[in-house]
């Protein structure tokens, strides 16, 4: 039976957790180097460099592949899931963030045209990321792996 305590001591979850906790943490100390701003709310945004949902699953994905091996099914599937999430983060999430990003400037062109009447809300642009973000983010999550995982 599983209960409570067998969730908090499951290592996998947590260096999954703490390997996408560390990339959001990376990201607004990214932004301060950066840019020079302090925008601590860019923990809680997605996209940007580095990306924390790759981070995530190349964690859980390098654990899982230490523990039970690369030709077990557990692994597959952490596999699997992995490349979907990055594949996702990089294609459907990225074009629908620029899409959204888009309509928004063609809402206001036509505010501006249009003035009474037409007031549609803005878009929410959730944007996703590009290959060097998910790359850096997948190999933060497989460095959090081989350091949990490995002795």
């Known amino acids: ?10 290592r996998w979850l947590w260096v999954a957790v703490l390997s ?3 990339a959001q943490v990376a990201k607004v100390l990214l932004i301060l180097l ?3 701003r302090w925008r601590p709310g860019a923990f809680m945004e997605t996209g940007g460099m580095p990306s924390s949902h790759s981070a995530m699953v190349a964690a859980l994905t390098t654990g899982v592949g ?15 899931f992995a490349l979907i999430v990055m594949y996702d ?16 400037d063609l809402v206001e062109e036509l505010r501006a045209v249009v003035r ?4 549609p ?6 944007m996703g990321h590009t290959y060097l973000e998910v790359l850096v983010g997948t190999l933060l999550g ?3 792996g081989f350091i949990a995982f490995s002795r």
């Open 1 to 10: 039976m599983n209960t409570f305590a067998d969730l908090l001591s499951n």
């Open 20 to 22: 996408s906790t560390f």
């Open 34 to 36: 950066i840019e020079r």
């Open 66 to 80: 230490i523990t039970e091996g690369v030709g077990h099914p557990l692994f597959a599937a952490c596999a699997v």
């Open 89 to 104: 983060a990089t294609g459907v999430r990225h074009s629908s963030g620029q899409q959204a990003r888009l309509l928004n």
């Open 116 to 119: 009474e009447g037409f007031a």
């Open 121 to 126: 809300l803005p878009l929410r642009v959730l």
């Open 142 to 144: 497989i460095a959090a």
